[in-house]
């Protein structure tokens, strides 16, 4: 076999189809080139035969029409010379009038009878009634007053001469062409006039006198396209075509319409049904149309003998062509096939070789010994990975019977294996012990029979395998089983992860049957308390140190999570690779159990559970590390209860314990999970308020805000024994967020703040801070005056317009103002924060629906302002109210104003806090009939899903957004945003705060046509 190959030309399989397809493009390349040039020629062609014959027609046409002006204009010579003799203001006329009817009747016919052309003579008056007549039935008074061309003459009185078309006579009952002219030079409608009737037959005479070819056709039409002649006068069933049958066609009526003088059409007779090129020329001056037309058939009788040649030799040479190119890739196919096959040949030798190659290499690549016997029992192969493992050399045993070479203990079993073997039996498999260098070694052998196809017996093949070290690592497996069920619990994974076996300790600890948790992941027993960092920590110290060791939680089958120390060891393989985890757990509950208790008894107060002063010590140092990373602000409120020693006095120490731990579950319940409540003896008691504002003044706001609510959680007595007590405290407030601060130092200020407060009078606050202090004495003078203002009336309303895309003003939004009498105005940033801590909002709020609803009542007995809106904000507290909903209805129900002119405006921040409350209540005010109006909207974190639930009318852009659109380009792409939803929500949209006209024009480019803002007007109150 040859190892050479052609590189120089494709492969036969690939290369005769390229040939094949390069040959039938060649080819049909040719066929449609000479198409082509076939299809141009005939076409050239085509359009010359066409052309000729419209030259014909044309040539035709022009003959026939210049006969027919040449016949008319006798029969005008003749009216003219009539005319002329009988016009009275002729001096020389021939016929006097006074020689009489008889010989004006005889000079009528002489002149009629001259001229063939003409068929009758007569004299009309000028309405209508016959005075003399060459035609015996047309007697003298009869009255032709009805027929058209004398209405045409009575019409117009400037109409000197007239042809007709067609018309059909009343005394005959024949079609005739008449020709009339005014005997009166001047125009006169009273003259009388001259008539010539033509017969029609004298132009059909005349076409019969033409010379025709077959298939033409020559027609005189008049104005109406009716049949005035016809040359031949067959139609298409060989009957005679009477004079007046319309020929109107839609080609024949555009050329009237367009009034050009010639045309060429071509198209299908009505009267005959044959297609001709036609040529249309309309007579000069004359109501007749001449049409002369030439067969299609006829005209291109010599194109399509030309075609019919042309086509059969180009069919002639595509025939050839396919012979010539089928003989060719047969050609070409026998030669594809004979590579073929002498490559099929090349193919298959070489698979052979390489097929024997791989058999050889396996077989040398196996580690067993292999030996292979005839029928008889001589060795004809044998194969060794380790030739040492042989009791003597391969080419000594061969051809050898294995009696002679093997010893009996080998020999007997082999004996008896191959005489199964060769009784039909299947593979035969036994062991034996075989003393090697010294080292006692254990083998299995396994005996197959060699079968021909007949399945004959042939032989036999026997594979050996040194089986010595698989059986000591089975019983070191036993010995490992055995150590697996101990105390701990244990479980064996692969690389996965995938649980392979746990041990009966495993299943106590957790509950899980090891059918359960074979095939899954230890995230089985996940307890959820260890976040995803915990678990890549540990399985990254697994993999880089190769073990892993300490304290989990995880969850048995119960859902009951527990502790456990847990060991992790990886398991590798020769090269290093990871191929089993082995895991060892213990139940550490009971430790873990001790361990609580020492450290609540360290850490929490043994009466009531409160963290002691060493917890809230330690929770403090952490909130001022905290405190400085975020920058926000926290506070420590130390509280003191007034002359409690009195009440342990009065009561008892028993009743005093009892009420301190009823005491600490109410203010356990006024703080924030976050925030933290100790105990540092009998009545004192530490309140950690941690994530206040980063304003220091906002933040005391805050901490005061939790001190009053301490404050009120005493104002309801505890009752004892079914006694009440009362209770005071006194609590001093304060702030940190410098973590230099020590801990201990915060302690002692709040406990100053806590003495000053004592000092004040008991039952109060005080800040450690002086300015802090004067700031909430500041709210508290501000927080007394805005309650005088609410009962006295003090507050008024302000009203800032809303207008259309056109400025129309559509409502108005109702703006509290509290001129306060001292301080001079006040604005609502500062004293809405202060009703809504003090609860005055709902008084104040009620208020204020009853003033916007008693103005929304006034505009609506208006005319120029019922359709004016009011919007009213309402406050997230006074929301939150179960008096709102009745608030509302009593307010429109007093003042009669219309609720559908009233809208609430909410904000987002009400919106995260117990939606489904609100949207409850938003539900039974929409049902009152009034709107909402999303009031700030974009600065919230309003949920989408909400804004679909809740029955809003209107969003309405914050002004921080509209003030930024000339600065910002992303204010402008929030602004369009937030149309853009409002469009899909099907929401009206108003934007607040709008100053410049260029922050309107932006809003109106974006779709937002609804604005207020000082462009429009400041608020103000109404005149």
């Given at each position: 076999?040859?190892?050479?190959?052609?590189?120089?030309?494709?492969?036969?399989?690939?290369?005769?189809?390229?040939?094949?397809?390069?040959?039938?493009?060649?080819?049909?390349?040719?066929?449609?080139?000479?198409?082509?040039?076939?299809?141009?020629?005939?076409?050239?062609?085509y359009q010359r035969d066409i052309a000729l014959a419209a030259d014909r027609t044309?040539?035709?046409?022009?003959?026939?029409?210049?006969?027919?002006?040449?016949?008319?204009?006798?029969?005008?010579?003749?009216?003219?010379?009539?005319?002329?003799i009988l016009a009275p203001e002729t001096p020389e006329r021939m016929i006097p009038y006074h020689l009489g009817d008889e010989a004006l009747d005889g000079f009528l016919r002489l002149r009629r009878d001259s001229l063939p052309i003409l068929n009758e003579l007569a004299i009309l008056r000028h309405d209508g009634t016959v005075l003399n007549s060459t035609r015996e039935d047309m007697a003298r008074g009869t009255d032709l007053g009805d027929t058209a061309f004398l209405s045409a003459f009575r019409a117009d009185p400037t109409l000197h001469e007239l042809i007709t078309s067609l018309y059909r006579s009343p005394l005959d009952d024949r079609h005739y062409l008449m020709h009339l002219r005014r005997i009166s030079r001047a125009p006169d409608p009273t003259a009388n006039l001259v008539a010539i009737q033509l017969d029609p037959a004298i132009f059909s005479e005349a076409l019969h006198r033409t010379t025709l070819s077959r298939g033409e056709s020559i027609t005189v039409l008049d104005r109406d396209l009716q049949l005035v002649a016809r040359y031949p006068d067959r139609d298409s069933d060989g009957a005679s075509v009477p004079v007046s049958t319309p020929v109107e066609t839609p080609e024949l009526t555009a050329f009237l319409e367009q009034g050009h003088a010639t045309a060429r059409i071509r198209m299908r007779s009505p009267v005959d049904g044959v297609e001709r090129i036609y040529t249309a020329r309309r007579v000069n001056a004359l109501p007749?149309?001449?049409?002369?037309?030439?067969?299609?058939?006829?005209?291109?009788?010599?194109?399509r003998q030309r075609a019919w040649a042309m086509g059969l030799g180009v069919a002639l040479a595509a025939l050839l062509g396919t012979a010539l190119l089928a003989h060719y890739l047969h050609r070409r196919s026998l030669e594809r096939a004979l590579r073929l096959e002498v490559r099929g040949r090349e193919a298959t030798q070489e698979a052979l070789q390489s097929r024997e190659a791989r058999l050889r290499a396996l077989v040398d690549a196996m580690p067993d010994l292999l030996f292979m016997f005839d029928r008889e029992g001589r060795f004809i192969h044998i194969h060794a990975d380790e030739p040492e493992k042989l009791l003597l050399p391969a080419e000594q045993a061969l051809g050898k019977h294995f009696r002679t070479v093997l010893p009996e203990p080998l020999s007997t079993p082999l004996k008896d294996a191959l005489a199964r073997l060769a009784a039909g039996e299947d593979p035969v498999q036994y062991d034996y012990t075989l003393t090697l260098g010294g080292t006692e070694r254990t083998f299995t052998t396994v005996v197959r029979p060699v079968r021909g196809a007949d399945n004959q017996y042939l032989g036999a093949l026997a594979q050996v395998r040194d089986i010595t070290e698989a059986r000591t690592t089975e019983a070191e497996l036993r010995i490992a089983a055995a150590a697996f069920e101990t105390h701990l619990g244990m479980m064996i994974t692969d690389a996965e992860g995938r649980i392979q076996r746990v041990n009966d300790t495993f299943c106590r600890i957790t509950g899980y049957q090891q059918a359960e948790v074979l095939g899954q992941t230890p995230r089985l027993l996940s307890?959820?308390?260890h976040d995803e960092r915990f678990y890549q920590r540990m399985w990254a110290q697994v993999r880089e140190h190769g073990s892993w060791e300490g304290e989990i939680w995880n969850r048995r089958k119960n859902g009951?999570?527990?502790?456990?120390?847990?060991?992790?060891?990886?398991?590798?393989?020769?090269?290093?690779?990871i191929t089993h985890y082995v895991a060892t757990l213990h139940d550490i509950s009971d430790r873990k159990e001790a361990e609580r208790q020492v450290h609540r008894l360290a850490f929490y107060d043994t009466l009531t559970g409160l963290?002691?002063?060493?917890?809230?010590?330690?929770?403090?140092?952490?909130?001022?590390?905290?405190?400085?990373?975020?920058?926000?602000?926290?506070?420590?409120?130390?509280?003191?209860?007034?002359?409690?020693?009195?009440?342990?006095?009065?009561?008892?120490?028993?009743?005093g314990d009892r009420l301190l731990q009823a005491l600490s579950g109410r203010l356990s319940n006024s703080i924030r999970e976050s925030d933290t409540l100790a105990r540092l003896n009998a009545d004192d008691f530490l309140v950690l308020l941690t994530d206040l504002a980063e304003e220091t003044q906002a933040a005391a706001r805050g901490a005061e805000a939790a001190a009053e609510a301490l404050i009120k959680q005493l104002e309801a007595p505890l009752v004892m024994d079914g006694e009440p007590i009362h209770l005071h405290a006194s609590i001093g407030i304060t702030l940190f967020r410098n973590h230099e601060t020590k801990p201990e130092v915060a302690v002692q200020e709040a406990e100053q703040a806590m003495h000053q407060a004592k000092q004040s009078g008991r039952n109060a606050i005080c800040f450690f801070d002086p300015l802090m202090q004067a700031d909430m004495l500041r709210r508290v003078h501000l927080e007394r005056g805005l309650r005088r203002a609410v009962h006295d009336g003090g507050l008024t309303l302000h009203f800032q317009p809303q207008v259309g895309p056109d400025g129309d003003i559509l409502g108005y939004e109702a703006l509290l103002r509290w001129p306060h009498p001292e301080q001079g105005p006040i604005g609502p940033g500062v004293f809405i924060p202060i009703a809504e801590q003090s609860r005055l909002i709902i008084p104040l709020g009620r208020w204020l629906l009853q003033a916007a609803a008693r103005q929304l009542a006034a505009w609506a007995r208006d005319p120029a302002t019922r359709a004016l809106t009011l919007s009213v904000n309402i406050s997230s507290v006074q929301f939150r109210h179960d008096?709102?909903?009745?608030?509302?209805?009593?307010?429109?129900?007093?003042?009669?104003?219309?609720?559908e002119r009233l809208k609430l405006e909410v904000t987002e921040s009400l919106l995260m806090e117990e939606p489904d409350q609100v949207c409850a209540t938003m539900e039974r005010l929409r049902a009152l009939g009034v709107h909402f109006s999303l009031d700030d909207f974009g600065t919230g974190f309003s949920s989408l899903a909400y804004l679909q639930r809740l029955p809003l009318d209107e969003l309405k852009i914050d002004q921080s957004f509209v003030q930024s659109l000339e600065q910002a380009p992303?204010?402008?792409?929030?602004?369009?945003?937030?149309?853009?939803?409002?469009?899909s929500l099907s929401l009206h949209v108003i934007a607040e705060g709008v100053e410049t006209e260029t922050q309107r024009t932006r809003l109106a480019a974006h779709g937002c046509h609804r604005y207020q803002g000082y462009l429009f007007g400041a608020p103000a109150p109404l005149a």
């Open positions: 076999m040859s190892g050479h190959r052609d590189t120089d030309h494709p492969p036969a399989e690939l290369a005769y189809p390229v040939v094949r397809r390069r040959a039938v493009g060649w080819y049909l390349g040719a066929v449609l080139t000479l198409l082509l040039v076939v299809v141009w020629l005939l076409h050239d062609q044309q040539a035709r046409v022009d003959m026939v029409a210049e006969w027919v002006r040449s016949s008319l204009l006798v029969s005008e010579h003749t009216l003219a010379g009539i005319a002329h007749f149309v001449v049409i002369s037309g030439e067969a299609i058939d006829v005209a291109l009788g010599g194109w307890s959820g308390r009951e999570i527990f502790p456990e120390w847990q060991t992790i060891t990886a398991v590798r393989d020769d090269s290093g690779e963290p002691n002063r060493r917890l809230l010590l330690e929770r403090l140092a952490h909130c001022l590390r905290g405190n400085h990373r975020s920058r926000r602000q926290g506070a420590l409120l130390y509280l003191d209860l007034d002359h409690f020693k009195a009440v342990n006095d009065a009561h008892g120490h028993g009743t008096d709102l909903v009745a608030a509302v209805r009593e307010a429109l129900e007093t003042t009669g104003a219309p609720a992303a204010a402008d792409a929030i602004v369009g945003s937030i149309i853009g939803l409002a469009r």
